[in-house]
């Protein structure tokens, strides 16, 4: 019995020299440090649900979303996807769980009461856009908005339509509420501030007092080539910030160091100035590509062209439709062509040009344009079919700029402001004696060749263009152009062009337009091939300015600058045009 107690002594005294040694059998539970972090969303991540954060101390945290967490915007709650990218948050934390998360959708108003409608503004430039969402870069940031149905877009100084608004555009947002994200009206800056060009050339002179910097041993990009300015030197004035090394933004001080270093402008010519956009030094041996983007990652900032791996970073110029858009705009199967410096076995990519246009693109209102090429197989009460052109050749759809045949049949609404044209005649028919044929009188057609025509049918079973606006399920004809019958096999369809380019003059006697910066789509390697200034005879063409079919005498409204898109036949020196589409 003695040697038992004594057993149990030396064994409680193991354990109390165990304590004094901070080893101890059971573990004591700390209950998480409770705090409150206010920063910035960097990140979110849907698949572990999580955010991470920034605060204003630059210190970053990992944020656990758990099923009990709540997430609030204006009072409301809503749940992780209402977050984004930028986004100012204040968050309960629980060690590293969430508890409750506010997000805020502006910063915090000047002053508080009453707002005069219409003085609260934000000013960015487009990053994206969609039916019911703008995204904006500003100065501190990426910031995110909400299209209504009561917002008004103003462009040119008058009222124009949400498809208008393009990526890269500077944009002034104006609110009725400024508790509310909701625009009031989006405003468009002009295309006074369109990019003009790029240029490439030694520093010569850097003017910190004056803004201005001049530029030796000067190249301009044209179609795809590097060609040298008419003068030997270049004077740009500086208004942006936009200076980059690498991906690092720099100020005119540093510039003025790096004199006899080459560098990449992209310019606008605003107000009859010179003004830089964006400028990149160049960082290394120059090589050149130009192909289709067959891979793009954001994250980490690559792209694969011709089988080649490119970075690009905030300092990469990247253009698209004659604006200025950031590296998170470059897509996947776009043209591009892409300059980039060699260093250290890395192409890091300083000038990208996004070729083609985006006109036949989706459009942010969920509509597009579409072109089809077919013989009218039916005409109803403000309805018409489509058909096959003939029996070796379905009707046919521009897909990708190619023309792709459609196997059944397609019905189209017509309507009152539908222009439909005889290209023939070089006419435009009256829409109502169109498609009220079956049921109109005659006589109250005016002019006799078109009154003899529609009286005998005669428009039915006739190839004609249809330019159809496609809105949700269904498809409007904004413009019709019957042409004359001709026989087409699928080996000739390529005698009709897909071309692009701007407008540089129009003949308003003589109705013609001349084109500048002109790309022809070559169907046999799917790419646009630049090609000189030419000359469209436009007489037997249907026009649209921003979906608004023209009349010839309404050719006064095309600007010049303004993008084209122009399907044409070539039969002599001056191309004949059929279908001419065009944007701001």
Same mark, same amino acid.
């Given at each position: ?253 540093? +510039?003025?160091?790096? !004199? =006899?270093?080459?560098? $990449?402008?992209?310019? &606008?010519?605003?107000? /009859?100035?010179? @003004?830089? %956009? ?49 590296? +998170?705009?470059?897509? !996947? =199967?776009?043209?591009? $062509?892409?300059?980039? &410096?060699?260093?250290? /076995?890395?192409? @890091?990519? %300083? ?71 005889? %290209? ?148 002599s020196s001056i191309d004949e045009g059929y279908v001419l589409i065009v944007e701001d």
């Open positions: 019995m003695k040697n038992r107690l004594l057993t149990l002594m030396i064994i409680l005294l193991i354990f109390s020299t165990s304590f004094a040694f901070g080893e101890t059998l059971e573990i004591t539970r700390v209950s998480p440090k409770e705090k409150v972090v206010k920063g910035t969303i960097q990140s979110i991540d849907y698949k572990s649900n999580s955010i991470t954060i920034i605060d204003f101390d630059d210190r970053t945290y990992i944020v656990n979303i758990q099923d009990k967490t709540i997430i609030e915007i204006e009072g409301i709650e809503v749940d992780l996807k209402e977050l984004y990218f930028g986004q100012e948050v204040t968050v309960n934390l629980k060690g590293n769980n969430a508890q409750k998360i506010v997000g805020n959708t502006e910063e915090d108003p000047d002053r508080d009461g009453y707002i005069i409608p219409g003085t609260r503004f934000r000013f960015g430039e487009v990053l994206f856009a969609k039916e019911n969402e703008i995204e904006i870069k500003t100065s501190k940031g990426r910031e995110k908005y909400k299209i209504t149905s009561s917002t008004e877009v103003i462009k040119n100084g008058e009222r124009a339509k949400l498809f208008q608004i393009k990526e890269g555009d500077k944009v002034m947002l104006t609110f009725d509420d400024i508790y509310s994200s909701d625009i009031s009206t989006i405003k468009v800056e002009d295309e006074e501030r369109h990019i003009e060009g790029i240029l490439k050339g030694k520093i010569e002179l850097v003017d910190e007092r004056n803004k201005d910097i001049l530029l030796k041993d000067v190249s301009v990009y044209e179609g795809g080539k590097w060609k040298p300015h008419s003068g030997y030197n270049v004077k740009l004035k500086v208004n942006s910030s936009k200076l980059y090394e690498g991906g690092e933004t720099i100020n005119l001080k540093t +510039l003025k160091n790096r !004199k =006899n270093e080459e560098a $990449y402008i992209a310019f &606008d010519g605003g107000f /009859g100035t010179m @003004n830089v %956009s964006k400028l990149l030094l160049k960082g290394g041996s120059s090589v050149a590509y130009k192909d289709k983007v067959s891979n793009v990652e954001y994250g980490t900032g690559k792209m694969v062209v011709d089988n080649n791996a490119l970075y690009f970073h905030p300092g990469t110029i990247v253009i698209k439709d004659k604006r200025l858009v950031d590296p +998170l705009n470059i897509d !996947k =199967n776009q043209d591009i $062509y892409v300059y980039s &410096d060699y260093k250290l /076995g890395q192409r @890091n990519a %300083s000038f990208v040009s996004i070729e083609g246009t985006g006109i036949l693109d989706d459009r942010i209102d969920g509509t597009k344009i579409l072109v089809y090429r077919g013989k009218i197989e039916d005409i109803y009460d403000y309805g018409i079919k489509i058909g096959r052109i003939n029996y070796r050749l379905d009707h046919l759809l521009l897909t990708d700029n190619k023309w792709v045949e459609k196997k059944n049949s397609e019905k189209f609404i017509l309507t009152e402001d539908t222009l439909i044209y005889d %290209s023939q005649l070089k006419k435009v028919i009256p829409s109502g004696s169109f498609v009220s044929s079956r049921y109109i009188n005659y006589k109250d057609i005016k002019d006799k060749d078109i009154r003899e025509r529609v009286k005998n049918d005669f428009y039915k079973n006739k190839t004609a263009y249809f330019v159809v606006k496609e809105t949700g399920n269904e498809s409007e004809v904004l413009a019709l152009n019957m042409t004359p019958q001709q026989k087409e096999y699928r080996q000739n369809v390529t005698t009709y062009y897909s071309t692009i380019g701007e407008i540089k003059t129009k003949d308003l006697d003589n109705n013609t337009i001349t084109l500048t910066k002109t790309k022809n789509y070559n169907t046999l390697n799917n790419r646009w091939e630049n090609a000189g200034d030419e000359t469209i005879d436009l007489n037997s063409c249907v026009i649209l300015l921003n979906d608004q079919p023209l009349s010839k005498d309404e050719l006064y409204r095309l600007r010049d600058k303004q993008n084209v898109y122009i399907i044409k036949n070539k039969k």
